[in-house]
Nanobody
């Protein structure tokens, strides 16, 4: 189970930090990610962080503004969002990718709404 929180209303240029707590064991082995879905648009990748080495990746629209991190002791992944723009407005979803031999499963949180006012 994934529980995301931290969304809200913020002005352009402001910051928010999203959190996602994951229940269960072996969190440190999961690849964790954040995706978002704006009204009328498809869900898109935002950022991800690998399990073992903490390697991060970002989509071009958020690169340099957002930072993904994880605390394996707390089973939590974070998304620090800085210099927010109106186009960042979306429901943000936490994703956990669990790897098995030759396949993987994706698990999703319930989403948290981020609204950036101009």
């Amino acid at each position: 189970q994934l529980q995301a929180s931290g969304g809200g209303l913020v002005q352009t240029g402001g910051s928010l930090r999203l959190s996602c707590v994951v229940s269960g064991r072996s969190f440190s082995t999961f690849r964790m990610g954040w995706f978002r879905q704006a009204p009328g648009k498809e869900r898109e990748f935002v950022a991800a962080i690998s399990g073992t080495f903490g390697i991060t990746s970002y989509s071009d629209p958020v690169k340099g503004r957002f930072i993904i991190s994880r605390d394996n002791a707390k089973n939590t992944v974070y998304l620090q969002m800085n210099s927010l723009k109106p186009e960042d407005t979306a429901v943000y979803y936490c994703n956990a990718r669990v790897y098995f031999t030759g396949r993987h499963n994706d698990y999703w949180g319930q989403g948290t709404l981020v609204t950036v006012s101009s």
